[in-house]
C-alpha cells in the first residue's frame, strides 16, 4: 500500500491544488527556480573570483629569473 500506484499520486496532487491553490504553487515554483539560479551565479562568482586572486597573485610575482633581468636591463640604460 506505497505511494507507488498513479492513482496515489493523482489523489495527493489534488489534495495539495485544493490546499495550496494554483497562485500559491506557481509562486513556490519560481521562487524555488529564482533560488537556484542565484546560486548557480554565486558558484560561478566563486570560480571567478578565485581565477582573478590567481592572476593577481602571478602578477605580483613575477619569476625569479625575470625579476633581476629586468632590474639588469633598467640598470644597463639608466647608465647610458
Known amino acids: 500500500m506505497g505511494l507507488d500506484s498513479i492513482w496515489h499520486w493523482a489523489i495527493l496532487l489534488v489534495i495539495i491544488l485544493l490546499v495550496f491553490g494554483t ?5 513556490v515554483g519560481s521562487d524555488l527556480g529564482n533560488a537556484v539560479r542565484g546560486f548557480k551565479k ?3 562568482g566563486d570560480e571567478d573570483e578565485e581565477k582573478r586572486k590567481a592572476q593577481e597573485k602571478l602578477q605580483a610575482d613575477p619569476a625569479p629569473g625575470a625579476s633581476s ?3 639588469q636591463q633598467r640598470d644597463s ?3 647610458k
Open 77 to 79: 640604460t639608466e647608465s
Open 69 to 71: 633581468t629586468a632590474s
Open 23 to 27: 497562485g500559491k504553487l506557481t509562486r
Open 42 to 44: 554565486a558558484m560561478q
